[in-house]
């Protein structure tokens, strides 16, 4: 198989396990499929960049070197989504972690739940003191 299709199958694979997880009632194996998707995501910028092999650096090139150029856009750009993937990451972790304290229970129906937060909780004992 050629490297491209080798990268198609992986990120296909991987936004399959990711789209999967994110269906899930549990909030951990959303952040876990939101991790998959964003993975295979930078994977298809990758893919889609071309194959540097016989292209120079476009920064450090030899003076009267002729041929084509390496793009660094996609690295550039993949950069930027592995710094906002963690962050959102980092985000969804602490809030998946609140809920569970509060709620006792990480899990979607856990956020459409209206009653009061379980006894013993930092949530319960601001409500019974107000």
């Known amino acids: 198989m050629t490297n491209q ?3 198609a199958v992986l990120v296909a694979l991987l936004a399959g396990a990711g789209f999967y ?3 899930s009632r549990r909030l951990l194996r959303v952040l876990f499929g939101f991790l998959l998707l964003s993975n295979a ?7 889609i960049s071309g194959d ?13 070197a002729s041929g ?5 856009l996609p690295q550039a750009l993949i950069l930027t989504a592995i710094v906002i993937g963690f962050a959102v990451a980092a985000y969804l972790t602490v809030l998946i972690y609140r809920l569970y304290c ?7 129906p856990a956020l459409h ?7 013993g ?3 319960a004992e601001e409500e019974n003191n107000a």
């Open 68 to 72: 084509a150029h390496a793009d660094p």
């Open 21 to 23: 997880l994110c269906t």
């Open 41 to 47: 995501a930078n994977l298809v910028l990758i893919g």
């Open 52 to 64: 540097p092999t016989d292209r120079v650096s476009p920064v450090v090139a030899k003076s009267g």
């Open 102 to 108: 509060d709620r006792g229970e990480a899990t979607v």
């Open 5 to 7: 299709l080798d990268t």
């Open 121 to 123: 909780t930092p949530a």
């Open 113 to 119: 739940a209206s009653g009061p937060a379980r006894a």
